[in-house]
């Protein structure tokens, strides 16, 4: 399974790293608008530093703008995924990037019939977010389960990232459904990490630790 770091900022995605949990990289417009900076100085500090797949997302609502900003996305590294949201004017503008060998993440997915579009548009990756589903009382997991049934039913090559997780429950779910791809917070990354009985062990062996003879060698 593939970890992706849900985030813009270029110390949670340094963190990340060094703990060898990030194999790609996810921002959308909102995560960059809180790095309050240049979208150009954001994307090439990221770029710099990241080797996995790193998605950007246009903002143009139109096929033909949707493709050529896609374009200039692409252009400024191999690794550029380009998002765009699941419209009629976005599977459009996937259909042609993928005709022209881009790599598309199809983003704003919520429900299974817009992930068999998007499969069949030719997208390399699918993003429903679950999180804002839950948000609404609906399932947010069933949703992927779905979209994992009827790839492989049909052995669609686009890959499931999960979106919009809120928790480790999220990736824990993701994880036993065999979703290929996982975009997380790095606070939720952190969270993985935790466990109260770790502390606790290493309370007791550092007290236990004590109690050991100091050596009788000088
Ligand atoms: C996915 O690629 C999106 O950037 C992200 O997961 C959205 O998450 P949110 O619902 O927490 O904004």
Redesign the pocket.
Known sequence: MNFFI?TANVEEIRQGLALGMVDGV???P??IAKEKKPFDEVVSNILELVSGPV?LEVISLDTESMVSEGKKLASLSDNVVVKIPLTLDGLRATKELAHAGIAVNQ?LVFSPLQALLAAKAGAAYV?P?V??LDDISHHGLALVEQILAIYANYMFETKV?V????HPLHVLDSAMLGAHIA?IPFKVIEQLAKHPLTDKGIDMFLADWKNVPASKKK
């Open positions: 849900d996810t921002t959308n909102s995560l998605s983003t993003s977010f999180g804002r990232i979106a919009s997780i809120r975009t």
